[in-house]
């Protein structure tokens, strides 16, 4: 590793070509969640995702290099190409994936439709179907929660109701303060709108 950084223009290729890629990585891995990174695995994306940072700052880059700017001016440059812009990109790129026209023309956001489902925050009257046959009705609102990729599917519902045979809700369990099903448990969820009550 000495022998890497033994001059300037390495290591100056290192922060140029890895750093910036790293920090979008790791950004992006902090607004959707997912299997811990192995960076060792993921250098080449690291470093695509630096020169994709370049391009789009090539402008500023350009600036930078024409010695146009002031040194405070020019450190600031760097620490925008090297340090801010790559922090940008990965919520602004969910911002636009996230837009209705990008689901028409491309693939969604989440890996899976129950990240899909959830991710919207909607209120329902839900009913969960379990592996052992036994349905649980229950109020999934603004108390409830859910887990996301790449955790398993586990849903707790702030109010359990009681169903009758055909599925319909009757009324909230006496105290009822939710109850939580763990994805291995579950088969199928069915939604219900919440003002259909």
């Known amino acids: 590793m000495e022998k890497l ?5 390495t290591l100056a290729l290192f922060l ?8 979008s990585l790791r950004i992006y891995d902090l ?3 997912s299997e811990r990174r192995d960076f060792s695995k993921s250098l080449f994306d690291a470093v695509a995702y630096s020169a994709l ?3 789009a700052l090539s402008w500023l880059i350009g600036l930078m290099r024409s ?3 002031s040194a405070p001016w020019w450190y600031v440059s760097v620490f925008a190409v090297l340090v801010v812009f790559p922090a940008i990109w990965p919520p602004l790129l ?5 837009r209705p026209w990008f689901d028409e023309k491309f693939v969604g956001v989440n890996a899976r439709v ?3 489902i959830f991710a919207e925050r909607r209120q329902y009257w839900v ?6 046959e036994r349905r649980i009705g229950g109020l999934y609102s603004s108390n409830s929660l859910t887990s996301s990729s790449p955790a398993g599917p586990e849903i707790y519902l702030e109010q359990v109701w009681r169903l009758d045979d055909a599925g319909h809700f009757l009324e909230p369990i006496e105290s009822t303060a939710g109850i939580l099903i763990l994805g291995d448990e579950i088969l199928a969820l069915e939604f219900f709108r919440y003002d259909s009550e």
């Open 94 to 98: 969910l911002w636009i994936r996230k």
């Open 16 to 23: 140029i070509f890895f750093v910036p890629g790293f920090i």
């Open 114 to 116: 129950w990240d899909s």
């Open 31 to 33: 607004l959707i969640p």
């Open 53 to 55: 940072n370049f391009g």
């Open 127 to 132: 009913i969960v179907h379990l592996k052992d």
């Open 67 to 69: 010695g146009r700017l």
């Open 5 to 9: 950084f033994e001059n300037q223009q």
